[in-house]
């Protein structure tokens, strides 16, 4: 088993920048998969940003692509979403994934809330 903690998130003003953090625990080395999701009040999950856990492979939404960027630390088997330039579309509760087989994310964050004012 893997266990997902989530760190970070709050209120920042339109055009500020914040860094959310995902650190596995447990069995990490059977991670294979990695996402970043949101949900936004009133609207259905979706998908930000993903790739392979060992960060090959990364892709991110139309909506995030040039603002938002993937990193990690292996070292902590952390995950990190930088989020820059955002905006009041960008407040949602987020959600760190993963997953040991591909498309399938098996274990996930509690999320964290960015409420972004403009």
């Known amino acids: 088993q893997v266990q997902l903690v989530q760190s970070g998130g709050g209120l920042v003003q339109a055009g500020d920048s914040l860094t959310l953090s995902c650190a596995a625990s447990g069995r990490t080395s059977t991670l294979y998969i990695m996402a970043w999701f949101r949900q936004a009040p009133g609207k259905e999950r979706e998908f930000v940003a993903g790739g392979l856990w060992s960060g090959h492979g990364t892709r991110y939404s139309d909506s995030v692509k040039g603002r938002f960027t993937i990193s990690g630390d292996n070292a902590k088997s952390t995950r990190y979403l930088r989020m820059n330039s955002l905006t009041a579309e960008d407040t949602a509760l987020y959600y760190c994934?993963?997953?040991?087989?591909?498309?399938?994310?098996?274990?996930w964050g509690q999320g964290t809330q960015v409420t972004v004012s403009s």
């Open positions: 994934a993963a997953g040991t087989t591909k498309g399938a994310y098996a274990f």
